[in-house]
Antibody
Framework: QVQLVQSGAEVKQPGASVRVSCKTS????????IHWVRQAPGQGLEWLGR????????IYAEKFRGRVTMTSDSSITTSYMDLSRLTSEDAAVYYC???????????WGRGTLVTVSS | QSALTQPVSVSGSPGQSITISCTGT?????????VSWYQQHPVKAPKLILL???TRPSGISGRFSGSKSGNTASLTISGLQAEDEADYYC??????????FGGGTKLTVL
């Protein structure tokens, strides 16, 4: 089972930006997509976008375009999700997940809690 | 992209079967056999239980099965067990090369 290790919890002020990282094993990093999904308290899952780490090609959910940026660093097999202009509605657990190759999210990180508070 | 529609909650007694529906459009659920299902226990990360409508990953019980008709996919859990009590989410690939989740269904085992 592939492990995805995410960065720790963050507390940000409204209007700030947050970066969440996701480190994967080398083989998985090269071959598959990495998705980012969030879950607000008591709410459902919401897809933010995905990146192909090998090429850096991204696609974002329409709701987050202009505010989210996904990048990757192959030298350390780590993907990043940056979200800017934070509001209270962005407070959530952010997950990275590996695509299993059949448009399924087959391995998930443990999640990173992002709190937005002044 | 609107979320896929799932019932908010379903319930069943141990040993019974339940079905959770997931309704989308011809641009997502109806357009591709790329619906996946996830189980999420409280304060845990989601876990993949079905992919490509009805394929079980290794290690997933045969009690979980899936189907699709038109723009609606379904997850059936047979022989309900207490450990099945969790939230369940469907997810579909869509024509805009994006993914969309359902709103989630809370399963209660009575």
């Amino acid at each position: 089972q592939v492990q995805l290790v995410q960065s720790g919890a963050e507390v940000k002020q409204p209007g700030a930006s947050v970066r969440v990282s996701c480190k994967t094993s080398r083989n998985s990093f090269i071959d598959f997509y990495i998705h980012w999904v969030r879950q607000a308290p008591g709410q459902g899952l919401e897809w933010l976008g995905r990146i192909i780490p090998k090429s850096g090609v991204t696609i974002y959910a329409e709701k987050f375009r202009g505010r989210v940026t996904m990048t990757s660093d192959s030298s350390i097999t780590t993907s990043y999700m940056d979200l800017s202009r934070l509001t209270s509605e962005d407070a959530a657990v952010y997950y990275c997940a590996k695509d299993g190759g059949r448009h399924d999210l087959d391995s998930w990180g443990r999640g990173t809690l992002v709190t937005v508070s002044s | 992209q609107s979320a896929l529609t799932q019932p908010v909650s379903v319930s069943g007694s141990p040993g019974q079967s339940i079905t959770i529906s997931c309704t989308g459009t011809s641009s997502d659920v109806g357009g591709f056999n790329l619906v996946s299902w996830y189980q999420q226990h409280p304060v845990k990360a989601p876990k993949l239980i079905l992919l490509q409508v009805n394929t079980r990953p290794s290690g997933i019980s045969g009690r979980f099965s899936g189907s699709k008709s038109g723009n609606t996919a379904s997850l059936t859990i047979s022989g309900l067990q207490a450990e099945d009590e969790a939230d369940y989410y469907c997810c579909s690939y869509s024509s805009s090369d994006t993914w969309v989740f359902g709103g989630g269904t809370k399963l209660t085992v009575l």
